[in-house]
T-cell receptor
Framework: EAQVTQNPRYLITVTGKKLTVTCSQN?????MSWYRQDPGLGLRQIYY???????DKGDVPEGYKVSRKEKRNFPLILESPSPNQTSLYFC??????????????FGPGTRLLVL | AQSVTQLDSQVPVFEEAPVELRCNYS??????LFWYVQYPNQGLQLLLK??????LVKGINGFEAEFNKSQTSFHLRKPSVHISDTAEYFC?????????????????FGTGTLLAVQP
């Protein structure tokens, strides 16, 4: 089954304790992206990756890091989480073959609470 | 900057009534348009999309949307809603590479509309 998986689904942590949220897709997609969803703000892009070893900032990259060492994985790293990073996080992936037309597929989300 | 506007944060409607969820975007330069649905405690699921061709697009669960280039709108409609349609609906737009400084694949989302279907 084609899917995007994220782990963990729920996470409670404390300020400053480094954490990683994993994202994996089995569709051989080149493009992957992280979003955060906050009430009244919709989804905002954090980082994206056009392919292996190619990453770039989205609209709200501060406080986050990513890496793309393998095509299927795109982990999101919070080196020193703060309470304002409490949010619902989504990973998404899509192909890039015909230039922007492809549908993005979303993971189930990771709900993060930073105390 | 490009933007997507969903003016209605919440739309209450009675079961079996028709509904329209509004979406407007900032520029009509070569766009691809999407509606996603998010059921409670779930991820986003693609409802329908407009890439080219007919401006009336039909999606899953009886929803349809119409691309109006002159009004830069992509409103979502359903003639008769069910309780199970209660969810948050997000409009998203991708501008083509030529129309958005070369960026590709980036989706810009509206702030979402909560459709609350009442019995």
């Amino acid at each position: 089954e084609a899917q995007v998986t994220q782990n963990p689904r729920y996470l409670i942590t404390v300020t400053g304790k480094k954490l990683t949220v994993t994202c994996s897709q089995n569709m051989n997609h080149e493009y992957m992206s992280w979003y955060r969803q906050d009430p009244g703000l919709g989804l905002r892009q954090i980082y994206y990756s056009m392919n292996v070893e190619v990453t770039d900032k989205g609209d709200v990259p501060e406080g986050y890091k990513v890496s793309r060492k393998e095509k299927r994985n795109f982990p999101l790293i919070l080196e020193s989480p703060s309470p304002n990073q409490t949010s619902l996080y989504f990973c998404a992936s899509s192909a890039t073959g015909t230039g922007n037309r492809e549908t993005q597929y979303f993971g189930p989300g990771t709900r993060l609470l930073v105390l | 900057a490009q933007s997507v506007t969903q003016l209605d944060s919440q739309v209450p409607v009675f079961e079996e009534a028709p509904v329209e969820l509004r979406c407007n975007y900032s520029s009509s330069v070569s766009v691809y348009l999407f509606w996603y649905v998010q059921y409670p405690n779930q991820g986003l699921q693609l409802l329908l999309k407009y890439l080219s061709g007919s401006t009336l697009v039909k999606g899953i669960n009886g929803f349809e949307a119409e691309f109006n280039k002159s009004q830069t709108s992509f409103h979502l409609r359903k003639p008769s809603v069910h309780i199970s349609d209660t969810a948050e609906y997000f409009c998203a737009v991708r501008w083509s590479a030529g129309g958005y400084g070369g960026a590709t694949n980036k989706l810009i989302f509206g702030t979402g509309t909560l459709l609350a279907v009442q019995p």
